[in-house]
């Protein structure tokens, strides 16, 4: 069996019923780490995210590059309504607690129907700090939260 087939099948176990992955190519553990070429989370038959060219290593601290990541907000409306569950984190201080030291980058982050918003995304995870960095040709925007404090930066933005 290879990675394509049990790696959806593996995540089914934790993702919400009526939902699933998809992988149009088969993932590649390398001495680097775990290359992921495309994979699709759907709501029924509604691709709410597609992700490409992705890799997760763990050089000092997790890191996952990711090349573009397309959200479809209209398939938000169509993810199944479950009751949470009882050990789910329920403040942001206990969701940051559970957060791993982690860097995500992804080169470029699409909304639709919100394309035009288009743009690069960083953040840098640990439990204590997280960071945010935005960047599109209409927005720039970086943020900070330690605990519950946050402190942000909006710069570039645009009317259109």
């Known amino acids: 069996m290879t990675l394509g087939l049990w790696v959806p099948t593996l995540a089914g176990i934790w993702l919400p019923l009526g939902t699933r992955i998809a992988l149009d190519e088969s993932p590649r553990i390398t001495r680097k780490g775990l290359i992921i070429p495309d994979l699709r989370y759907l709501v029924g038959d509604c691709q709410l995210a597609h992700i490409t060219n992705a890799s997760l290593s763990h050089p000092s601290r997790w890191l996952l590059n990711v090349g573009t990541v397309e959200l479809d907000s209209a398939c938000l409306a169509k993810l199944p309504q479950t009751e949470q569950s009882p050990a789910a984190p329920?403040?942001?201080?206990?969701?940051?607690?559970?957060?791993?030291?982690?860097?995500?980058?992804?080169?470029?982050?699409?909304?639709?129907?919100?394309?035009?918003?288009?743009?690069?995304?960083?953040?840098?995870?640990?439990?204590?700090?997280?960071?945010?960095?935005?960047?599109?040709?209409?927005?720039?925007f970086q943020g900070q939260l330690k605990g519950a404090t946050t402190y942000s930066q909006r710069t570039g933005c645009r009317r259109v």
Do not use: C, H
């Not at 206990?94 to 639709?112: A, E, G, R, V, Y």
């Not at 690069?120 to 960071?131: F, N, P, V």
């Open 90 to 140: 329920k403040t942001l201080a206990q969701w940051q607690s559970m957060l791993p030291n982690t860097w995500i980058n992804i080169d470029k982050l699409i909304f639709s129907p919100w394309q035009e918003w288009q743009g690069k995304l960083s953040l840098a995870l640990t439990s204590d700090i997280q960071q945010l960095r935005y960047q599109g040709e209409k927005v720039k």
